[in-house]
Nanobody, 117 residues
């Protein structure tokens, strides 16, 4: 059974930092690309950051320079470090595992990040 479990969401003040984790099981972690998405109330889900199986990383313009995505293959875990948070970062953050060639796509249940003073 495939499981992606996000953790680390919290209430944080503007300018603060958080690190989200996505721990996986049931998949061969190293062959998947991992994405972090977020969805704010009333808005569409948006791609925030990508950590590919080859080590490539990519970020949405709105978080570039503030967020860092990383993966720990031996620990089957993906991280999203978030710095200098602002209220516009408030959303549910989701972890996604994607295998392009095979068409496999798995999602976690999400973790809430709230940025407010």
């Amino acid at each position: 059974q495939v499981q992606l479990v996000e953790s680390g969401g919290d209430l944080v003040q503007p300018g603060g930092s958080l690190t989200l984790s996505c721990t996986t099981s049931g998949i061969l972690f190293k062959i998947y690309n991992f994405n972090w998405y977020r969805q704010a109330p009333g808005k569409q889900r948006e791609l925030v950051a990508t950590a590919s199986r080859t080590g490539f990383t990519n970020y949405a313009e709105t978080v570039k320079g503030r967020f860092i995505v990383s993966r720990d293959n031996p620990e089957n875990t993906v991280y999203l470090q978030m710095h200098n948070l602002n209220p516009e970062d408030t959303a549910i953050y989701y972890c996604n595992a994607h295998h392009t060639e095979w068409g496999y796509d798995y999602w976690g249940q999400g973790t809430q990040v709230t940025v407010a003073s």
